[in-house]
T-cell receptor, first 116, second 115 residues
Framework: SAVISQKPSRDICQRGTSLTIQCQVD?????MFWYRQQPGQSLTLIAT?????????ESGFVIDKFPISRPNLTFSTLTVSNMSPEDSSIYLC?????????????FGPGTRLTVL | DQQVKQNSPSLSVQEGRISILNCDYT??????FLWYKKYPAEGPTFLIS?????DKNEDGRFTVFLNKSAKHLSLHIVPSQPGDSAVYFC??????????????FGQGTELSVKP
């Protein structure tokens, strides 16, 4: 299994500022993703982080607001830009591993963001 | 368009009894399904998965059943323990690599197991 760590675990930010969340996986993984879980809601996929190229964003999410990097197979960052209170959420990094007999997706502990 | 639905937001079960959590999906292209457990202030933890070539998968106290014709899956926990109290999410995907492996999640069911 893959163990995923995220930094920071939580933060309180002012409106209009930006926050970068880091995600580190302890092994090389096939794919990395970023999710958001708003209060009382399910997990919503923001984007797929592609190694060495631009991320693939889901409908409703754009690169200017959520720039993502993935410089190698085990590390990715998500930036939440020009924040507003509506961005208050838990942001989750996720990694998927494929193999001959395995196909599992793991999640980090999440970053709890509060925007004032 | 909610492709994966968990219609019961909460479920309360007595310790030692069976917990049954249900999940429905609408996209017939989904062929891989997973269940996750989530405690407050933690990320989701993978529990068990099932491929569409099977109709049942078992791992200890956890069993997942898949009914493809009804587009329905369920997670059975037997016997239920107080430590099982958490929010349970079902998720579905098209497992083929070129589909991107995106997981679509249901809304979650909060399970409470009472001593």
């Amino acid at each position: 299994s893959a163990v995923i760590s995220q930094k920071p675990s939580r933060d309180i930010c002012q409106r209009g500022t930006s926050l970068t969340i880091q995600c580190q996986v302890d092994s090389q993984v096939t794919m990395m993703f970023w999710y958001r879980q708003q209060p009382g809601q399910s997990l919503t996929l923001i984007a797929t982080a592609n190694q060495g190229s631009e991320a693939t964003y889901e409908s409703g999410f754009v690169i200017d607001k959520f720039p993502i990097s993935r410089p190698n197979l085990t590390f990715s960052t998500l930036t939440v830009s020009n924040m507003s209170p509506e961005d208050s959420s838990i942001y989750l990094c996720s990694a998927r591993q494929w193999g001959p007999s395995t196909d599992t997706q793991y999640f980090g502990p999440g970053t709890r963001l509060t925007v004032l | 368009d909610q492709q994966v639905k968990q219609n019961s937001p909460s479920l309360s079960v007595q310790e030692g009894r069976i917990s049954i959590l249900n999940c429905d999906y609408t996209n017939s292209m989904f062929d891989y399904f997973l269940w996750y457990k989530k405690y407050p202030a933690e990320g989701p933890t993978f529990l068990i998965s099932i491929s569409s070539i099977k109709d049942k998968n078992e791992d200890g106290r956890f069993t997942v059943f898949l009914n493809k014709s009804a587009k329905h899956l369920s997670l059975h926990i037997v016997p239920s323990q107080p430590g099982d109290s958490a929010v349970y999410f079902c998720a579905a995907s098209q497992s083929a690599y070129n589909q991107g492996g995106k997981l679509i999640f249901g809304q979650g069911t909060e399970l409470s197991v009472k001593p």
